[in-house]
């Protein structure tokens, strides 16, 4: 694992290096900016379960502030056993997510784990996400890359900047510039909780900005892994200037299908989002 190097910035990260202080790129989803100074709300449930669970998680996020619907039609588990409860939908998810946004008018972010599947997820969402595992699934990456739909990266729990920002510019090699980054979290020798399989690397964010000129966003939810710790870390991330957040949202947590410890629900997600709002207020003044 090696430190970005000056070569680095001049050959072989030609594409996501900032080539001055003013060098930034602005991703637009259906009529919303990611990365022009704002903050931008990512909500809804990890796992798409039934279409008027999603069509209300939608309504429900929306009024709280969010500008996109977050949603998984396919849902890669640590584990291959699935349950009546713990199932993904595949395209059908997909159909809910689109009558989503076809209700609210949300913009849909929903996960692509397969290059043969880019097409069909690519025809329902607004955002194909790239999952922390699949983060150097380079033919992947190539696929969403040759698509031109933006593209969420998250970064993998290993992985350094350098390789984050090295994903990236498969994707922008590829013909498509409009990318978002996304800390996830990384592992360490330790945690803070038995549960907390990963720690959010906080210091990624300007890390991340200093080097590139692609939209940075936090993942408070799988990077904690506990509901209570996501709030703050939302916070954190609001504070230090990231461009966003990708939040876990359900009616009743822990009744989700999938991650249930840390999906917050209603209440807590429209305080937080009235808290991040007020947090970039001030620190637009600084």
Not at 210 to 234: G, K, M, N, Q
Request: with cysteine.
């Amino acid at each position: 694992m090696k430190d970005i190097a000056p070569e680095d910035l001049q050959n072989n990260l030609k594409l996501t290096a900032r080539k001055d202080p003013t060098h930034q790129t602005v991703v637009e989803v259906g009529g919303h900016s990611v990365g022009d100074g704002g903050f931008t709300m990512i909500a809804g449930p990890c796992a798409v379960e039934s279409l008027d669970l999603v069509i209300e998680i939608a309504e429900h996020v929306k009024a709280a502030g969010a500008q996109m619907l977050r949603g998984g039609a396919f849902k890669p588990l640590t584990f291959p056993y699935r349950s009546e409860k713990m199932m993904e939908l595949g395209e059908e998810g997909l159909r809910y997510l689109a009558e989503a946004r076809e209700r609210t008018g949300l913009p849909v972010v929903t996960e692509v784990m397969d290059a043969r599947k880019v097409d069909m997820v690519a025809d329902y969402a607004d955002v194909l996400q790239i999952g922390s595992r699949n983060m150097q699934n380079f033919p992947l990456l190539e696929e969403v890359g040759r698509k031109g739909k933006p593209v969420l990266l998250k970064r993998h729990f290993g992985c350094s900047l350098r390789d984050w920002l090295g994903a990236a510019e498969y994707i922008l090699y590829n013909g498509n510039p409009n990318v978002i980054l996304c800390e996830r979290g990384i592992a360490a020798p330790h945690t803070h909780q038995v549960v907390s399989r990963f720690i959010i690397d906080i210091q990624v964010v300007p890390a991340a900005q200093e080097y590139t000129h692609l939209p940075v966003i936090v993942d408070p939810s799988h990077s904690t892994f506990r509901r209570r710790y996501v709030a703050p870390v939302a916070r954190a991330a609001a504070a230090i200037g990231a461009d966003g957040i990708l939040i876990d949202v359900h009616p009743t947590p822990e009744q989700a299908a999938v991650d249930p410890l840390q999906a917050l629900d209603y209440s807590s997600f429209s305080a937080l989002a009235q808290q991040l709002r007020d947090i970039r207020l001030a620190i637009s003044d600084i």
